[in-house]
């Protein structure tokens, strides 16, 4: 089958979303707010899948990573530490004429023919506005057009029937300060504070301004003292967080890829400096020194996992990290050729930075990015301590010292984790109708560990008790053990379809063999139906569970 167009693929995607529940407009019976986005049955349970999995994967199969659940409003102080109040901002720019608003580094750049104009006075005598003014139009096109834009600007500055003054025009390459759809010119570039605003308290005043946090990590930092106090770990180690975050994003798109309320999945793991490191274990492993014996454990299959060593500084704990990342995303049904590590760039790395890798996926609207993973150093402890007045040092038994630990950050974003997940999944293919011509099908292809339900169990008549009864014990017997979908609605086949399209990965089926009515060898045996290659087996009751948890796990 033909590959749909990347805007027509995004399309049924958001269509399918809909559709089956996985994702809805927020607020949409009033027109939806921009940036905001609701779950529905379906991506409910995917989200909190992938939550589970990842909570699982940090916390539950490690002995060095502790969870916490923080809130999300906290002392402002904590975003004049970070960094926050003063440059978590977009650089942003306004449309002349419509006011329509871009952030900056958005705008493709464009060529063609600048019409500019000096200003316009009233035909009819009268008013004048001296606001120069400057539209964009390919060259060759007619100047009327830029006429006509300009005609607008000056009849939005009171003047009823313009004639423009100063025309000139220049030939212009590959500008950013044109309004892409209309032609117009945009405002000078300034900064815009992405953090929400709200007050705390009765009183709207200066003193009781908050912000809803922009990420879960700060926290992290801020209870880094608590946490090793209780938790009896020793740096080595980390503290994770689910939680939601907010971002008064300028210009949210891409469905839910860019919101203004999202939530992350952050890890804040605390390492010692490298001079910590060289003290203890003589030298510091350097990356091409790791490769394959010291850092590649032996105990593994694929040879790709690095194992953590005393003499590691903050290079090769940065690298375990995105390994174990993409190991991560792999586990979960996104192949490595779906992502690509994006390792920043000296001049682009934040100021604290040592070294930046993006993990991107290959969405359909371009490869973009689903987690950063940043060697931090021990900028966020130090600004704590500096800003609270606490100390956030940590004394180190074993190096006989006291230092302030550094950090290796991995932070991936839920919702687009989601959004990637329900990409990769979307399958259009070919199968058999009830009486075996091919029709096409959708399938979400998730994988079963983050499939929102699991089985479906289906009588295969509607109308035998017979029938009904044993396939609802067979729905009992599953329920404790993973999410089940019971459907006895409809002709099989297109109990099957619902069913792939919501991406559910095995169906089970009570048919009359089951009842023992073709003979003893097949009773209590149903049909085991795969999503994927629409293969059936016959399968045992008794052994459904411990087959199924295999599967799904
Ligand atoms: P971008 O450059 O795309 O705005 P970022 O580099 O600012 O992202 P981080 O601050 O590193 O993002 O946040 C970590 C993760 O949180 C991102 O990799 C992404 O998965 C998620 N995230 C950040 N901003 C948003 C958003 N507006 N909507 C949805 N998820 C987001």
Request: charged share 30%; proline share 5%; net charge neutral.
């Amino acid at each position: 089958m033909a590959e749909p167009k990347t805007s027509e693929l995004m399309e049924k995607i958001v269509s399918l979303c809909k559709r089956r529940g996985f994702i809805f407009q927020s607020s949409e019976i009033y027109g939806g707010l921009n940036g905001f986005w609701d779950y529905g049955p379906l991506g409910a349970e995917l989200k909190r899948n992938i939550k589970e999995c990842w909570w699982r994967s940090m916390t539950q199969l490690r002995d060095d990573v502790v969870g916490l659940d923080a809130s999300i409003i906290m002392h402002p102080k904590i975003w004049e530490a970070s960094g926050h109040t003063s440059t978590f901002s977009d650089l942003m720019v306004d449309c002349l004429l419509t006011r329509k608003r871009f952030r900056a580094d958005q705008i493709e750049p464009q060529s063609g023919t600048a019409y500019f104009y000096t200003g316009a006075s009233d035909g009819n005598g009268g008013k004048e506005s001296k606001d120069a003014f400057s539209v964009l139009i390919a060259t060759g096109k007619h100047a009327e057009y830029a006429r006509k834009v300009a005609k607008q600007f000056y009849q939005a500055r009171g003047i009823e029937n313009p004639a423009l003054l100063g025309e000139r025009t220049e030939e212009v390459k590959d500008t950013t300060r044109y309004n892409p759809e209309n032609g117009s010119l945009l405002t000078e570039p300034r900064p815009f504070n992405l953090m929400l605003k709200t007050y705390v308290g009765p009183v709207e005043s200066e003193d009781n301004k908050s912000y809803l946090r922009p990420e879960t990590a700060q926290a992290i930092f801020v209870q880094f003292k608590n946490t090793l106090d209780v938790s009896r770990q020793r740096v080595p180690f980390g503290i994770c967080q689910i939680g939601k975050a907010f971002r008064n994003e300028i210009n949210p798109r891409n469905f839910t890829f860019r919101s203004r309320e999202f939530e992350q999945m952050e890890l804040e793991f605390f390492i010692r400096s490298d001079e910590v490191v060289q003290k203890l274990a003589g030298s510091v492993a350097s990356l091409p020194d790791a490769q394959p014996s010291t850092l590649r454990s032996s105990a593994t299959e694929d040879g790709s996992t690095l194992n953590p060593q005393p003499n590691w500084g903050w290079e090769l704990w940065h690298k375990y990290w995105v390994e174990q990342r993409v190991k991560w995303y792999e586990s979960i049904g996104l192949g490595r050729d779906t992502l690509v590590e994006y390792w920043q760039k000296k001049e682009e790395l934040a100021h604290y930075a040592k070294a930046t890798v993006d993990i991107l996926f290959k969405f359909p609207f371009g490869t973009q990015e689903l987690e950063g993973i940043a060697a931090r150093g021990d900028f966020d402890l130090t600004q704590h301590q500096k800003f609270s007045g606490k100390s956030m040092e940590y004394f180190d038994e074993e190096a006989k010292a006291k230092y302030v630990p550094h950090v290796i950050e991995p932070s991936a974003g839920v919702d687009r984790l989601a959004l990637a997940l329900i990409c990769n999944a979307y399958c259009e293919d070919q199968a058999p109708d009830e009486k075996g011509k091919l029709e096409s099908r959708v399938v979400m292809k998730f994988h079963p560990r983050i499939a929102p339900i699991k089985v479906a169990v289906f009588p295969l008549l509607k109308n035998k008790p017979d029938l009904v009864k044993k396939a609802k014990a067979v729905r009992d017997l599953l329920r404790p053990h993973m999410s089940v979908f019971y459907d006895e609605a409809g002709a099989i086949g297109r109990r099957y379809r619902r069913q792939d399209e919501a991406g559910t990965p095995f169906g089970v089926t009570i048919d009359f063999e089951t009842l023992g009515e073709q003979g003893p060898e097949l009773q209590d045996t149903v049909t085991l139906r795969d999503r994927d290659t629409m293969k059936q087996d016959r399968v045992k009751i008794s052994e459904l569970v411990s087959m199924l948890l295999e599967r799904i796990r």
